[in-house]
């Protein structure tokens, strides 16, 4: 077997393996679905008790029988919202934003240098808790290895090419087509997708051509997925934006789009050392901006995320209780909490909220609290971006 023979066989190999997991999970229609969820895990999500959930739903008993009802799908969670939203007028049952109040849509970069930080995983929990929250999420995948697009059960390397990846809006000038046709809906209901493959590194070529050739534009190099964004805006409440770990000019233009961003960083003396290199460049970049623009980055909050985080580590503790110490209110107050319930979902392309654990329920309980304290930590600094100050105050923990 020849170099290239080799290569290619690792290929195919792996990227069946990735489809089998899928299809084995998700038999017999061999694409992921989503599963229905408990009263109590839903009740615990709206912050009332199962009964007040079923009354406020108006929930029937399933089949002919008299007991209560133990599982609800995610339609039926979306109108217990607006029940419960109806009989309370609390704003937080049915959080949407409001464009007649000013509210644009938010977009959220998840982003950092280096690769294994849980930039993926964090920006796609964060995109499923926010829909179950009752937003409309579009989850925009600028990755070219296409993670966040195969979580959803596309094949990046089969499914997704120019003509349906953000390439393809870059590339609008040679090949036509509209913004809208790029979010392609998924099996969760309030979420659309970008999804991203190979061809992202088309993109990347055209805008860096854009960027050197010092060309005048109608839309500025950087300014592409503001465009995107402002194009599909009307549909959407949350933008979530999954990049590429490294410098590169897609992830150039999530900064210029994003409301905020969240860096994910592992407590570890590496990873740390990697953020900061990631911060020194922002800093030079922004400054290099402003002196060329006049102003910065129009970002109304900016995070560092601590994942894969082991409290029994006394030397991840330490760092943690350090990056407290330094950067005080940038830190998320929680960790992302590292478990292996995460490997085990993960084996079927499951994220916390698609897997049901059959057993140590207590380990999965523990890790969804934390992706949920997480996800609730940045969903109260989009409510500050919207101006809903009193709103973050009548919850705050």
Same mark, same amino acid.
């Given at each position: ?6 290569? %290619?066989?690792?290929a ?10 899928i ?9 992921k679905r989503? !599963? ?8 615990a999500?709206l +912050?009332?008790?199962?009964?007040q #959930? ?29 029940? #419960?939203?109806?009989?309370? +007028?609390?704003? @937080? ?9 000013? /509210? ?8 950092n240098f ?32 296409? @993670? ?17 990846? &953000? ?44 960027a ?22 009307? $549909?959407?409440?949350?933008?979530v934006?999954?990049t590429?770990? $490294? ?11 994003a ?16 953020t900061?290199?990631? &911060?020194? *460049? ?12 006049? *102003?910065?980055?129009?970002?109304? &909050? ?11 580590? !006394? ?5 943690l209780?350090?990056? %407290?110490? %330094? &950067? ?14 995460? +490997? ?9 909220y ?15 609290? @934390? ?7 940045? /969903?109260?600094?989009?409510?500050r971006?919207?101006?809903? $100050?009193a ?7």
């Amino acid at each position: 077997m020849d170099q290239a023979a080799r290569f %290619r066989h690792v290929a195919e190999v792996l990227r069946t393996a990735q489809r089998m997991a899928i299809e084995v999970e998700n038999a017999p229609d061999k694409r992921k679905r989503l !599963r229905r969820f408990s009263t109590q895990e839903v009740a615990a999500l709206l +912050g009332v008790t199962p009964r007040q #959930l079923r009354q406020a739903s108006g929930l029937k008993p399933a089949g002919k029988g008299i007991a209560p009802r133990a599982r609800v799908d995610f339609a039926e969670i979306m109108a217990a919202r607006a029940a #419960l939203y109806e009989s309370t +007028g609390q704003l @937080s049952f049915l959080p949407r934003r409001d464009a007649a109040k000013g /509210e644009e849509l938010a977009a959220i970069a998840f982003t950092n240098f280096k690769g294994g930080s849980a930039k993926t995983t964090s920006s796609v929990h964060f995109a499923q808790y926010m829909a179950l929250a009752g937003y409309r999420i579009l989850l925009i995948d600028l990755d070219s290895q296409g @993670s966040t697009t195969a979580q959803f059960g596309m094949d990046p390397a089969e499914e997704v090419g120019l003509g349906n990846s &953000f390439a393809g809006w870059v590339a609008r000038q040679h090949v036509p087509l509209s913004a809208k046709a790029l979010c392609q809906p998924t099996y969760w209901p309030n979420i659309d997708l970008v999804p991203a493959g190979a061809a992202l590194s088309e993109a990347e070529e055209m805008l860096a051509r854009r960027a050197a050739s010092g060309e005048a534009e109608e839309t500025l190099y950087f300014e592409e997925l503001s465009a995107f964004l402002a194009e599909v805006a009307g $549909d959407y409440d949350v933008a979530v934006i999954d990049t590429r770990p $490294d410098v590169n000019m897609l992830m150039t233009t999530a900064l210029h789009a994003a409301t905020g961003i969240v860096v994910p960083s592992r407590a570890t003396m590496t990873d740390l050392a990697s953020t900061g290199e990631f &911060f020194a *460049h922002l800093a030079g970049y922004t400054t290099a901006f402003q002196e060329a623009f006049g *102003h910065g980055l129009k970002l109304a &909050f900016n995070r560092i995320l601590v994942t894969a985080y082991d409290p029994t580590d !006394r030397s991840q503790e330490a760092l943690l209780n350090l990056l %407290r110490e %330094r &950067f005080t209110d940038m830190v998320l107050p929680d960790p992302f909490l590292h478990s292996r319930i995460m +490997g085990t979902a993960g084996f079927g392309k499951e994220t916390l909220y698609e897997y049901e654990p059959s057993t140590d329920r207590a380990a999965y309980n523990r890790v969804l609290a @934390s992706a949920n304290s997480v996800s609730r930590a940045i /969903e109260r600094d989009v409510w500050r971006a919207w101006g809903r $100050d009193a709103m973050v105050k009548e919850t705050q923990p």
